[in-house]
């Protein structure tokens, strides 16, 4: 693999904590950090805006090359997410963008589409090691990864977080929807026929349901040192 960064990958459903983790993680590491479903839900949000269906292939095709998806730091709270140049960030974290989301990222055309772009984002030289967090990261993405991760937590642990960042963020969703959103999008991403969410067989699994945000991060970044030290000594 030569002088390719060192990838962590870490999969799971919504709400088990992926994001905060993977954030806190990479900023751990000294880590470049790819929010793959953030890259979905930009294609939902372009896609809806240009009144294309989600399940109309020719013309997702024919957007996806013309997308310009980018993360842009932010100094010390993670990373905005740029859509043209344009701060998508909230846009694409509300319900309807998040089912969005769910319907482009099922298309073959689509996942095929946006492989390069992940593994160009993470891979990218000036990256010491990258942290990916999506659904088929360690399965798909990067089989090869230095480290894979597969966060879980009981439905009603993620959907109650989901919940509470929504209303955070002063979104009128009842936890009731937020529920059944989630189910629905669980059963769609694990039961596509392309790349559905699964584990991959090598993966470290962490049920964060009883968890604190602290421990999950600690444990991550014991494992993360280790794996990186291990590799120091095989150089
Ligand atoms: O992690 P998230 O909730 O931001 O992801 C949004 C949607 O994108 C989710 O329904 C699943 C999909 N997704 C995917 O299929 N593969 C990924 N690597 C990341 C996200």
Redesign the pocket.
Known sequence: MGARPFIVAI?GP?GAG??TAAKRLAARLGFALV???????AVALAASRLGIAYDDDARLAALLPLLDVRFEPVPGAGQRVLLGGEDVSSAIRTPPA?LG??AV??RPVV?AGLLEL?RRLAAAPENRGAVL?????GTV?FPDADLKFFLTAAPEVRARRRFEELQAKGDRATFEQVLADQLK?DR??SSRTV?P?AAAGDAVRLDTSALGLDEVVERLGRAAEARLAERGRRA
């Not at 929010?35 to 839900?41: E, F, K, M």
């Not at 967090?133 to 990261?137: L, N, T, V």
């Open positions: 999969d919504a992926k994001s929010d793959t479903g953030a890259i979905y839900r998040s989301a769910s990222s099922a996942r992940q967090e999506g659904r088929d990261i993405v999008r769609d991403d790349a969410l």
